[in-house]
């Protein structure tokens, strides 16, 4: 039962698998409204199993609040993609396959989320960016997507190598790639050259994963090339994928290399954030504004890793969660717009430009509200999601003695204010350039949903924080 999530996207994906073989056409639509069922399910049993702990398979799995936590992440995203792909994919010939890598994306996730061991946290890695390679490059005929996932499959590669690279060092220097057995084994590590040469690796295997710069070549014009329904998948799923697996490395496996690595996520994360921010500012297309936004909010996450205190770590997996509701919901946001746009005229080539978001307000109320929502909440108003979470770690960070990190997170913050307020600007005070359009239902459910989730975390932030609590006490088990 304690791998029920799994098994029933498992049987999910295998049973879409094979009904998009004996159906055509329209009614291939059934497959989206099956696929999100099985996501609900999934999440129903992961919140049924939240507080249980348990090892498995040699202990190569676990089953904790941390792993728990982070499964709810990726079924809340792939639920909400798995709605607003159900107009996206209409009248696909291929929404089979759409929904089966999108449903195996997310247990190659799940599974590194459990991963205790570091060649199944690998294979995890792998499972999870097989699919999505495959989903970047959905719109075979359009070549923004093809190149999308030519360019995310050869950076992917290149971090996956790079990854294999220093599990094999600390493999060798240690004996063992069990993450609880590497911390017991650190002396060995910290007394060979082997020990920094592997960190290096792995932070920059890492680095690629999450899109810390200056290993986030790949994610801009991958999540501008993709379609937006997977370009949400990706920046709000995917990447906490990264965070995950970096938190348990890390922090369980190579703290006796902590002085190190510490000191490498701190500049990491004051650079990518600024980076992402001031790249932003200049960005036409909402979706690589997007984008270079994801940067910046990993830069944030990033800081729980320097501080490294309980309240800390709440902050940055806390924040993970009002990530995932806040991105998936604008890049859905954007989806829908790009629909309008294209549907109006399907011969314009970039369907994301700031012109298409022109009196959005009045052209498309629901998904314009919607959008400003989350915006706000990316950048840190309250009361949302965004501000909740920026306010647990920044103020853990300044707590903590840091208060140079938390001075340049808060300006950045400042800073991202512009680029999302443009937004607002072109959807509120511009002249709408058409009539009012009917807004696709599924788009507009999945908006509903991801506005809800933002401000029931910012509104009534009690439980989530609770939850993320118990999440950090994984990590640091006597520190709480």
């Not at 247990?107 to 699919?131: K, W």
């Not at 910290?190 to 680095?207: D, K």
């Not at 700031?354 to 108003?381: C, E, N, Q, W």
């Not at 607002?424 to 239902?441: C, H, L, N, T």
Request: include cysteine.
């Amino acid at each position: 039962m304690l791998l029920a999530p799994e098994i029933t996207l498992l049987v999910t994906g295998l049973a879409i698998v094979l009904m998009g073989l004996f159906l055509s056409g329209q009614s291939k639509k059934i497959l989206g409204y099956i696929a999100t069922l099985g996501c609900l399910v999934a999440l129903l049993f992961t919140l049924n199993s939240f507080g249980t702990t348990a090892v498995m398979f040699s202990n190569s799995l676990s089953i904790d609040a941390l792993s728990q936590f982070f499964k709810l992440v990726f079924l809340t995203v792939a639920t909400l993609v798995s709605i607003a792909a159900i107009k996206y994919t209409d009248g696909n010939g291929n929404t089979d396959e759409f929904y089966a890598l999108t449903l195996f994306a997310t247990i190659g996730m799940m599974m590194v989320a459990s991963a205790n061991d570091l060649m199944v946290l690998f294979v995890a890695f792998e499972l999870a960016s097989l699919a999505t390679y495959g989903l970047a490059g959905f719109e075979k005929k359009n070549p923004a997507s093809t190149e999308a996932a030519m360019k995310y499959f050869i950076i992917g590669s290149l971090s996956a190598a790079l990854l294999l690279l220093g599990i094999g060092y600390v493999y060798g220097t240690t004996g063992t790639t069990n993450i609880e057995a590497i911390a017991q084994n650190m002396g060995l590590l910290t007394s060979s050259p082997m020990g920094i040469l592997s960190l290096v690796l792995l932070i920059a295997g890492f680095g690629f994963k999450i899109a810390l710069v200056p290993f986030h070549m790949w994610a801009p014009d991958t999540y501008q090339g993709a379609p937006s329904v997977v370009s949400a998948l990706l920046a709000a799923g995917s990447k906490k994928m990264g965070f995950v697996a970096a938190f348990k490395v890390f922090i369980t496996g190579l703290i006796a290399l902590q002085a190190d690595w510490q000191m490498a996520f701190a500049i990491l994360a004051v650079i990518t954030m600024t980076y992402g921010n001031i790249v932003a500012l200049s960005q036409t297309s909402v979706k690589r504004m997007l984008a270079y936004s994801s940067l910046a909010q990993a830069g944030y996450i990033t800081m729980a890793l320097v501080v490294m205190t309980p309240m800390a770590l709440t902050g940055g997996i806390l924040y993970a969660l009002s990530h995932g509701f806040m991105k998936a919901g604008a890049f859905i946001a954007t989806a829908a717009v790009v629909y309008m746009a294209t549907s109006e005229n399907k011969d314009i080539l970039k369907a994301d430009h700031l012109d298409s978001f022109k009196g959005l307000g009045k052209r498309m109320p629901i998904t314009a509200l919607s959008l400003t929502v989350f915006v706000l909440a990316l950048s840190g108003i309250p009361p949302t999601a965004g501000f909740m979470s920026k306010f647990v770690l920044f103020s853990s960070t300044i707590e903590s003695g840091l208060v140079w990190l938390a001075v340049i997170a808060i300006l950045n913050s400042a800073l991202s204010l512009y680029y999302y307020a443009r937004v607002v600007r072109y959807m509120y005070a511009m002249p709408a350039e058409g009539e009012k359009v009917s807004e696709p239902i599924p788009y507009v459910v999945a908006l509903l949903v991801a506005v809800a989730g933002v401000l029931a975390i910012g509104i009534w932030p009690e439980p989530f924080v609770n939850m993320a609590m118990e999440a950090a006490k994984v990590l640091i088990p006597g520190g709480m």
